[in-house]
């Protein structure tokens, strides 16, 4: 990214994400970590947004959370589904869903985001009474955030880098009879 405002503010939210993780805070039956507050600033992001903007991604962000849920809870009932590392299987389906939902990547990221914590707090509810002392937003859901926002972001350089190598080639002419 360029030197700009917005790539320092998405630097000092990495490292508040990062540098928060071992942290949790205990409200009421269910333990959270304090980087699970990335939830609340990606809600504020996605209200700022254009007029009717935000009721696509609040769509888009449901579908990818009963998604994140869903593969979480076959991985949990059914593992023998799960045929490669569960974290990374994890993320490149929430990566490959962001990425039907939307074209461009800061809304795939912001969709991410929202539905991964969205879903946290769904699969949370769900095995609530099998894992009493199940933390949102812990080290292995911050994996699949972080594996499925780098796949979205090599996808996209791959993308990028193709254009510039098809804009550089020269065009033939073929001749017609």
């Not at 979205?152 to 002419?173: A, H, N, T």
Request: charged letters at 15%.
């Amino acid at each position: 990214m360029k030197k700009t405002v917005e790539r320092t503010k998405l630097a000092a939210f990495s490292l508040f994400m990062i540098s928060s993780a071992s942290m949790t805070v205990k409200i009421s039956p269910i333990h959270m970590a304090a980087s699970f507050l990335c939830f609340f600033s990606s809600c504020y992001v996605a209200v700022t947004q254009r007029p009717c903007g935000w009721l696509r991604m609040a769509l888009s962000a449901s579908g990818l959370a009963f998604a994140y849920a869903a593969f979480r809870l076959l991985a949990l009932f059914d593992p023998v589904w799960i045929w490669l590392d569960g974290q990374w299987m994890l993320g490149w389906w929430m990566a490959l869903i962001s990425s039907l939902f939307h074209r461009r990547i800061s809304a795939r990221l912001l969709c991410l985001a929202l539905g991964g914590c969205q879903g946290e707090v769904v699969y949370a509810m769900s095995i609530l009474r099998m894992a009493p002392g199940y933390v949102l937003g812990s080290f292995s859901f911050l994996d699949a955030l972080a594996i499925s926002a780098s796949s979205l972001l090599v996808w996209e350089s791959i993308r990028f880098f193709s254009l510039q190598l098809e804009e550089k080639r020269p065009v033939r002419r073929t001749r017609q009879p």
